[in-house]
């Protein structure tokens, strides 16, 4: 594993993990309701 | 019998048959919750081809630097599609759609429209007719893995041999019938139709909620598992993980200079977020005319992104390129996925500690992405019975479950005949992207982009950056289009031309492509009927309806 592959790693899981806990954490914001 | 109009329009719904139309008037379903919708969604999207079909797609198109392309198309394809899709499928919703057919209708009101939204049916039911035969080998799988059949097994050559005998595509020393394969599928579209049969909210609600934080458990566990293997044979100490990562994730930044590895990456973005099927769309009409689709729907692609890029490339290759080094690893990537999940990996766990578990977890998760998927590819079907004929849920599920059933056969007693490769041509792919390029212009040209944006943010907890206005109407058609016509020329002409096909299957291969036609006409007919029966019933409202 050379130093690109690790960059390329640590941006492509950060980038989807930073989205997924943005998302989670505001759709949790909001009570959990009947829909 | 279930007929829903928009909750301003239920006291002006007009009758002409007063208690049969008072009769049609009644609620649809809806989702429970809000986090329900998004599971079921992810639950469609997460599948077979998050763990077997990225890594390989990946590693052979540039590794790292094919995260570049990928996310660019995420950005400018996956992600407004998903919010298109969404928006469509909760505005049709208001109107008593949970279908292309009266979707479209109710974006253009042009009488031929909605012919085109058959394919949003067709294509699911396309996809259900093979996907529960595959899904049913992983039920099958999981159940060889607890009972160590598959530890027993001694090299990659006995473990294709046992999937070619379960298959039914030879007889050997392990199967010497398709009897056992018949049998898991018989369970495993059962328990389809159970869930779908329970409805929205008591089944594929339910159903998401518990597998898919399953699903991750598993994943979780095996990908722990394998990052953790370091060295597996310490007479080959290159042979390792770190390395496996390396092939995966290296850069090679020749590989963007061509066009097929924008093409994969596209492809991959397009067919892993189950956009262009039709079912996000059925999903979405559960919904309320104020509930928010802008972050649910993000939410659901993050979920999918999270399983296929964070779990799924930390499995399959690393694990590979450690036992089978790296020249091995491109024979293997290059087998197939099918071989890669039911042929590699249980020979891989079958050399490591617990493996018998690890086996087991594999193709559970494997199995529970496949049926939170499949249930999805069910419901459009099942939803146009209910909305356009008011035919209850559950006689909808079981007239569906006998069709399919029907329909399901010569995916499983013809496999070695090219049948499943042509159902995968047509419904799979063709039908997706066609859809999906139809559905984006209708709703941003026809429907109107002005119009379509703010669909997308009414109730909407997210607001989306102003640029997306502009991609959604202009970047994402062109995308499509381009995708469309590469793609076609690339393969599809091949696959038409029956490039390829050894003669003795071309019969199979033809009687396949009448009975897609057949059904395809079938469902036409159906949407005629459907508008003939709302007309005389007077539940078509404007003069635009009435076409």
Known sequence: MTLAGWIFLGVSWSVILGLLIFCFVRVFEEPEEEL | ???????????????????????????????????????????????????????????????????????????????????????????????????????????????????????????????????????????????????????????????????????????????????????????????????????????????????????????????????????????????????????????????????????????????????????????????????????????????????EVILGGSIVIPVAFAFFGPIGIEVVANSGAFNLGFVTMPFIFGQIPLGVVFAFLWFSLLFLAGLTSSVSLAQPAIAFMEDEFSIDRKKAALIFGVIAFILCQPAIFFLGHGVVDELDFWGGTFALVLFATIETILFTWVFGIDKAWEEIHHGAELHLPRIYKYIIKYVTPLFLLIVLFAWFFQDGFKVILMDGVSPENVPFVLGTRIMLLAMFVALGIFVKMAWARKRKLGLLKSKGENK
Not at chain 2, 56 to 77: E, T
Request: proline content about 4%.
């Open chain 2, 1 to 307: 019998m279930r007929f829903f109009v928009p909750r301003r329009s239920v006291g002006v719904l007009r009758m002409t048959e007063g208690n049969k139309g008072m009769a049609e008037q009644k609620q649809r379903q809806r989702w429970g919750t809000k986090i329900g919708i998004i599971l079921a969604v992810a639950g469609s999207a997460v599948g077979l081809g998050n763990f077997l079909r990225f890594p390989v797609q990946a590693a052979q198109n540039g590794g790292g630097a094919f995260m570049i392309p990928y996310f660019i198309a995420f950005l400018l394809l996956g992600i407004p599609l998903m919010w298109i899709e969404w928006a469509v499928g909760r505005y049709g919703g208001l109107f008593g759609h949970g279908t292309a057919p009266g979707m479209f209708h109710r974006l253009s009101q042009n009488r031929y429209v909605k012919y085109f939204g058959v394919i949003g049916i067709f294509g699911p039911l396309v996809i259900f007719i093979y996907y529960t035969y595959i899904e049913s080998w992983l039920l099958g799988y999981a159940f060889f893995a607890l009972m160590g059949k598959l530890s027993q097994l001694e090299g990659a050559q006995a473990m294709a041999s046992f999937l070619s005998g379960y298959q039914g595509l030879v007889q050997n020393e392990f199967f010497s019938s398709i009897a056992p394969a018949y049998i898991f599928f018989l369970i495993t579209f059962a328990l389809n139709v159970f869930i779908l049969w329970r409805g929205i909210k008591g089944g594929i609600e339910k159903l998401c909620k518990i597998a898919m934080p399953l699903l991750f458990v598993f994943a979780i566990a095996i990908a722990v598992r394998v990052l953790t293997l370091g060295v597996p044979n310490l007479a080959r100490p290159s042979w390792n993980i770190l390395n496996g990562l390396g092939f995966l994730w290296n850069p090679d930044f020749s590989a963007l200079s061509q066009a097929k590895v924008w093409l994969a990456a596209a492809g991959q973005v397009f067919f892993t977020l189950s956009v262009g099927i039709g079912v996000i769309l059925t999903y979405a009409s559960y919904l309320k005319r104020g509930d928010d689709v802008a972050l649910s729907g993000l939410t659901a692609a993050s979920t999918n992104e999270f399983a």
